[in-house]
């Protein structure tokens, strides 16, 4: 708990008077400490290239094993990205890189494509150690220390270590992001309310009192479940309740692509675009079902 409380205050002092490249620079060496301590893992564990192309492509959900419904599991790892808040926050950060205008747009969609591709060689990285050293064998994963112990029998102490490094800096980042992007999405919305100036943002939205409330908020409050909650559990349950708000997320996102007078009629929907965006929002309410379900019966076991 003491460890919490010092890396919620190295945080706190990061993000309630940011400056975003600061920021961005963490962002960096957390990312290059995640990249070799989960593909290192991965690699050195050792996998199967065609075993893993069958698995990402055949859209099947293995047999429910250990303490977690592998459904549950499914949708809280969709639920990580697809239906994160953060993805609401990403707009703040192409302000902050000084990214605005459609003279940015190309740039902006690279370096979404370039997160989406981490993001996805991240997710199968981790995929791989659960298929190499769990699925199939029996063994049950618990808590983060059961994956840590699993990989140090293979690996050695070494294995390890590295592992619990990249799982540091999935979290810091994390609580990092949360504490920038949320609290300026809060801060945003409050003044938009406060306010009804619907410009664009034109003022420092760090330097406002809601910023730091939220900052304070978002970053310091978890800290209560210290001790208390089990961490996979707690993020699985996290995650797959966020997948609850994929509807409103994917519905907003159709509506203001879809209509000129909130993006311009050069870049507003063409007829397949909304067909897409369309499959996409009935694919979130069914997401959103299943998530509740799931939710219900992991619940429901405890």
């Given at each position: ?14 993000v309630?008077?940011?400056i975003?490249h600061?920021?961005e ?14 593909l290192?893992?991965?690699v050195?564990?050792?996998?199967e290239?065609?075993?893993l192309?069958k698995?990402?492509f ?8 250990g303490p ?8 809280g790892?969709?639920g ?7 993805n ?13 205008g459609p003279e940015?747009r190309?740039v ?5 494509i370039?997160a ?6 991240f997710n ?12 199939g064998?029996?063994k049950?994963?618990?808590s983060i220390?059961?994956?840590?112990v699993?990989l140090?029998g293979?690996?050695?102490?070494p ?6 490094v990249?799982?540091?800096a999935?979290?810091?980042t994390?609580i990092?992001?949360?504490?920038l992007g949320?609290?300026y ?8 309310w ?8 034109g003022f420092d939205l ?10 304070l908020w978002?970053?310091?409050s ?5 001790g ?15 997948l609850?708000?994929?509807p409103a ?11 000129a007078d909130?993006i311009?009629s050069e870049y507003k ?5 909304n067909?897409?965006?369309g499959?996409?929002?009935?694919l979130a309410l069914y ?6 379900k799931s939710?219900?019966?992991?619940l429901g076991?405890?």
């Amino acid at each position: 708990y003491i460890w919490q409380v010092l890396c919620v205050g190295i945080v706190v002092l990061i993000v309630f008077k940011p400056i975003y490249h600061r920021a961005e620079m963490i962002f960096k060496a957390m990312l290059a400490l995640m990249a070799a301590s989960l593909l290192g893992c991965a690699v050195w564990v050792g996998f199967e290239p065609l075993a893993l192309a069958k698995a990402v492509f055949a859209l099947e959900i293995p047999e429910d094993e250990g303490p977690f419904g592998a459904l549950i599991v499914t949708l809280g790892m969709i639920g990580a990205v697809g239906g994160s808040f953060m993805n609401l926050a990403y707009p703040y950060f192409l302000e902050q890189k000084g990214w605005k205008g459609p003279e940015y747009r190309k740039v902006q969609r690279y370096d979404f494509i370039l997160a989406i591709i981490v993001m996805v060689v991240f997710n199968l990285a981790v995929w791989t150690l659960g298929a190499e050293l769990v699925y199939g064998t029996g063994k049950k994963i618990e808590s983060i220390n059961d994956m840590a112990v699993l990989l140090g029998g293979v690996l050695g102490e070494p294995g390890r270590v590295v592992f619990l490094v990249g799982v540091f800096a999935a979290v810091f980042t994390s609580i990092v992001g949360a504490g920038l992007g949320l609290a300026y999405l809060g801060s945003h919305a409050w003044h938009l309310w406060r306010t009804k100036d619907c410009e664009s943002l034109g003022f420092d939205l760090s330097a406002s009192k809601a910023y730091r409330y939220l900052t304070l908020w978002i970053v310091v409050s978890p800290l209560i479940w210290g001790g208390r909650a089990e961490f996979v559990s707690l993020t699985l349950i996290a995650n797959t309740f966020a997948l609850i708000l994929v509807p409103a997320l994917a519905g907003g996102l159709w509506w203001i692509t879809a209509r000129a007078d909130f993006i311009g009629s050069e870049y507003k929907n063409k007829w397949w675009e909304n067909v897409f965006m369309g499959f996409v929002f009935a694919l979130a309410l069914y997401g959103m079902v299943e998530a509740a379900k799931s939710i219900y019966e992991q619940l429901g076991g405890f």
